[in-house]
């Protein structure tokens, strides 16, 4: 074995002194990847950079696009190595991957640039031999990693759950141990993964590279709990954040999960309602399991809800999902809808009445419509629904009628995917 392999040198130095060997003895650069196909560590170059290799050393991480091919083309699931074929769009040369894999964990990716002459069979012994000493050294830091997720896990989920006494405890326990501070602003974010299936652990490990920014920003600090596919996360603002922050948040994760997922899987966000304290962060994650819920149901959010931007959805959502059907609507606009297509303009019409709060002018201008046209077509309302719209309790019915249709008419939420076992982690 190599002298630079047998030297014991701890953590990032010595995955540093793997790669920085390997690439020598190659005369090729060297880069280890995780299994997002983030920079862990890289050799320098050799002349055989590649625009991606400047621009991701440059950067810090790889374009989105640089890491939707590496993964499309299934790298972090091979069992043995494989040449990645170029792209010279991307300005990408072929790399020889070897996979680093340890007691079936996916550790991360050993790329080789493998531009120029082919690699010979003993250059190909010497990378399988240090992605081994890779691979043992990833792994004893993911045990070491590993301990300490799983005991912030189980303090985050007694935070939200639903005993007070653990909730209590949770809160003092991560205070004292200086893991979040008790305020002054709370945030909680709850993310979902539904849709077509990847992987085993390919979702959860895709849901800890998008929320691992967001642990630690310039203005939060942050914990997150996750699982195989859904995870929370509890932030803590030095200063209230804006609903414009939260939302850039919520669209970097879905994002993110986007590009390590791939465009199958639906991937949903909901943020809770702004708490004062982190021991009111169980209010604000029961807050945003209901945002999750209208970002799955209501297309126009475009995957993001923020609690306090639901409105009357925000009480609508608690109700049960074997409630949702329509024994809900009210039998009037019901009368209205039955006759599908055709009664579309009226359906419209109605909306954008109620919506303006009853106002002729503002229902014509928005509709452009004369208005002799639009008091026709709201009295075929009233003849059809049997309902008075100059009565407010009767705009009401036709009003929440209308936002039950809305929830109604989006996909069901899909069964749960979790064994009774994942479920006592996540409240």
């Known amino acids: 074995?190599?002298?630079?392999?047998?030297?014991?040198?701890?953590?990032?130095?010595?995955?540093?002194?793997?790669?920085?060997?390997?690439?020598?003895?190659?005369?090729?650069?060297?880069?280890?990847?995780?299994?997002?196909?983030?920079?862990?560590?890289?050799?320098?170059?050799?002349?055989?950079?590649?625009?991606?290799?400047?621009?991701?050393?440059?950067?810090?991480?790889?374009?989105?696009?640089?890491i939707r091919y590496v993964l499309s083309q299934g790298v972090a699931r091979w069992t043995r190595?494989?040449?990645?074929?170029?792209?010279?769009?991307?300005?990408?040369?072929?790399?020889?991957?070897?996979?680093?894999?340890?007691?079936?964990?996916?550790?991360?990716?050993l790329m080789v640039v493998a531009a120029g002459a082919p690699l010979t069979e003993a250059e190909r012994g010497a990378i399988d031999e240090v992605t081994r000493a890779v691979a043992v050294e990833m792994y004893a830091e993911r045990l070491a990693s590993d301990d300490d997720e799983e005991h912030t896990r189980r303090l985050v989920s007694r935070l939200i759950g639903s005993d007070s006494a653990q909730r209590c405890a949770a809160h003092q326990r991560l205070v004292d141990d200086g893991l979040l501070p008790a305020g002054p602003h709370v945030v909680v974010t709850s993310v979902a993964v539904s849709g077509q299936p990847g992987p085993t652990g390919q979702t959860e490990v895709a849901l800890r590279g998008a929320l691992e920014p967001f642990r630690q920003t310039r203005t939060a600090r942050g914990l997150s709990m996750v699982d195989q596919e859904r995870a929370v996360l509890v932030q803590v603002f030095e200063r209230e954040p804006a609903e414009e922050d939260l939302d850039l948040q919520g669209r970097g994760i879905v994002?993110?999960?986007?590009?390590?997922?791939?465009?199958?899987?639906?991937?949903?966000?909901?943020?809770?309602?702004?708490?004062?304290?982190?021991?009111?962060?169980?209010?604000?994650?029961?807050?945003?399991?209901?945002?999750?819920?209208?970002?799955?149901?209501?297309?126009?959010?475009e995957g993001i809800g923020d609690w306090e931007r639901l409105g009357e959805f925000a009480v609508l959502l608690q109700l049960p999902e074997s409630a949702l059907n329509d024994s809900l609507l009210p039998k009037p606009l019901r009368r209205l809808l039955a006759n599908g297509g055709g009664n579309s303009r009226l359906e419209e019409t109605l909306r954008c009445f109620l919506d303006n709060a009853g106002s002729v002018p503002r229902t014509?201008?928005?509709?452009e419509l004369h208005r002799t046209s639009l008091y026709y077509r709201l009295r075929q309302i009233q003849e059809i629904t049997g309902l008075d719209l100059?009565?407010?309790?009767?705009?009401?019915?036709?009003?929440?009628?209308?936002?039950?249709?809305?929830?109604?008419?989006?996909?069901?939420?899909?069964?749960?995917?979790?064994?009774?076992?994942?479920?006592?982690?996540?409240?």
């Open 364 to 367: 014509a201008e928005v509709l």
């Open 81 to 109: 190595p494989g040449v990645l074929p170029g792209r010279d769009d991307l300005g990408m040369q072929p790399r020889y991957c070897a996979p680093v894999r340890e007691r079936g964990h996916v550790l991360g990716i």
């Open 390 to 427: 100059d009565v407010g309790a009767h705009r009401l019915e036709l009003h929440l009628g209308l936002r039950l249709w809305d929830l109604l008419r989006a996909p069901a939420e899909p069964a749960s995917p979790w064994t009774a076992s994942q479920q006592t982690a996540f409240p």
């Open 255 to 301: 994002r993110s999960l986007t590009t390590f997922l791939g465009p199958g899987p639906v991937v949903s966000v909901g943020v809770g309602g702004r708490r004062t304290a982190l021991a009111d962060a169980w209010i604000s994650y029961d807050q945003a399991r209901v945002a999750v819920r209208a970002a799955r149901r209501l297309p126009r959010l």
């Open 1 to 66: 074995m190599k002298r630079w392999i047998q030297r014991s040198r701890s953590g990032g130095e010595a995955l540093q002194t793997l790669v920085d060997g390997l690439a020598e003895e190659l005369g090729r650069s060297v880069v280890l990847d995780d299994p997002l196909v983030r920079l862990i560590c890289t050799s320098r170059h050799f002349g055989d950079e590649d625009r991606v290799r400047v621009r991701t050393l440059l950067q810090g991480i790889a374009d989105d696009e640089t």
